[in-house]
């Protein structure tokens, strides 16, 4: 039996590999030929391609089959001034290709507001209106959060029903990791009740963790670049900035403010060394948001990078496209690999730092 499955198995993977080489770059060149029927002296431009990519948009793309676009709308929730409330699906945008109620996607890659809805006004001029649609990082963030509660409430009422009993299931899966982030993570960095950061830990933990696993995944609904939205990580460090600020006690501010063991021509008249302490309070969260938001949006742009190179060889000669697509996608194979290892990495250092930012602001003087 077990050799059957091993042989179903390696069947498996020799196909998914033949897709991957053959049919996956046959499709992509067809695919930028397609787009470019109209555009024929038009070049293949990489930074476009890739940049479109790891964007956010108002419509989740799925497929492309020559000039049909298979993608999942999402809901446009707009309001203007002049035309009030307006709520409709993205399809009535046709892709971007078509204006709807004097709305539309900013097409011009000159405008401020690039890939943005913009308001036609009746004397032609646009103007942004306040957007609070939809979109695929909005609907992946709903999904990723639903999915969580889901896991976790379910191994919550795993660990009631089989009280005292060996985990099993989702459960065994689960509890290694709560237990590295109680006892590697917060019970290492912060000396003072570290339990009371554990709800918080482990929930951008998982949250980060998720996301990243999700955005390796090349199909609905993966392939979102979550983690790799600035305002996503932007939003994670405050929460660790705003924690780490009501909790601090009164040695964390003495440190800032008139740091013991400093020659006090650094304090007065001039106050250099508490700028710099006051200063580093908000490098900190800054430093989490840009470190977390570079490693995974980068990861996209590598694999993306070697996939333009198909387009680009391409161009020149299909055999030449064809020759590069193997090179191409075996390394990215490779870069994959990698990616799963620093989506675990980076959801580890920002819980990490997290709690060594906890602790540093709780720290009893010796």
């Known amino acids: 039996m077990k050799i059957i499955k091993l042989h179903s198995l390696r069947k498996a993977l020799i ?12 499709k992509l060149y067809s695919q930028h030929q397609g787009d470019n029927t109209q555009h024929e002296t038009e070049k293949f431009q990489p930074g476009p391609f890739i940049f479109n ?6 419509e989740w793309h799925i497929a ?4 049909f676009h298979l993608s999942l709308p ?3 929730i707009v309001y203007s001034k002049e035309k009030g409330l307006n709520f409709f699906m993205s399809s009535k945008f046709h892709h971007g290709h078509v204006e709807f109620k004097g709305f539309k996607i900013e097409t011009n890659q000159e405008s401020e507001y690039k890939g943005k809805i913009v308001e ?10 306040i957007d609070i649609s939809i979109t695929k990082n909005t609907f992946a963030l709903f999904f990723s959060a639903f999915l969580l509660i889901l896991i976790f409430v379910s191994v919550a009422k795993a660990y009631k029903k089989n009280k005292g009993k060996a985990p099993k299931g989702l459960q065994s899966f689960l509890e ?10 917060a019970k290492t960095s912060i000396q003072k009740n570290p339990e009371r950061y554990m709800p918080f830990l482990l929930s951008i933990f998982f949250f980060i963790l998720l996301n990243n696993l999700l955005g390796l995944v090349p199909f609905l609904p993966g392939g979102t670049n979550l983690t790799g939205n600035i305002s996503i990580t932007l939003v994670l460090a405050v929460f660790t ?27 007065f008249p001039i106050p250099l060394m508490p700028f710099v302490e006051i200063l580093g309070m908000f490098t900190k969260p800054f430093v989490l948001m840009v470190r977390l938001f570079a490693n995974i949006t980068a990861g996209h742009i590598i694999a993306l990078g070697f996939y333009s190179l198909i387009f680009i060889f391409g161009e020149k000669s299909i055999f030449a496209g064809y020759g590069i697509s193997i090179i191409t996608v075996l390394f990215t194979i490779f870069m994959m690999m990698l990616e ?4 675990f990495i980076q959801a580890y250092v920002f819980t990490l730092l997290s709690a060594l930012y906890f602790g540093m602001a709780t720290e009893e003087h010796h």
């Open 241 to 267: 900035f705003i924690i780490t600020t009501f909790v601090a006690n009164k040695n964390y501010w003495k440190h800032i403010i008139n740091a013991p063991g400093v020659p006090w021509w650094l304090k």
């Open 340 to 343: 799963l290892l620093v989506a």
């Open 176 to 185: 290694p990791l709560i237990m590295f982030v109680r006892d590697d993570i």
């Open 15 to 26: 196909f998914t590999l033949f897709a991957l080489l053959f049919i996956l770059p046959n």
């Open 74 to 76: 999402l809901p446009v």
């Open 120 to 129: 036609i006004l009746a004397d032609g001029s646009v103007v942004r209106p």
């Open 53 to 58: 990519h790891i964007a956010d948009a108002y």
């Open 64 to 67: 492309t089959f020559g000039n």
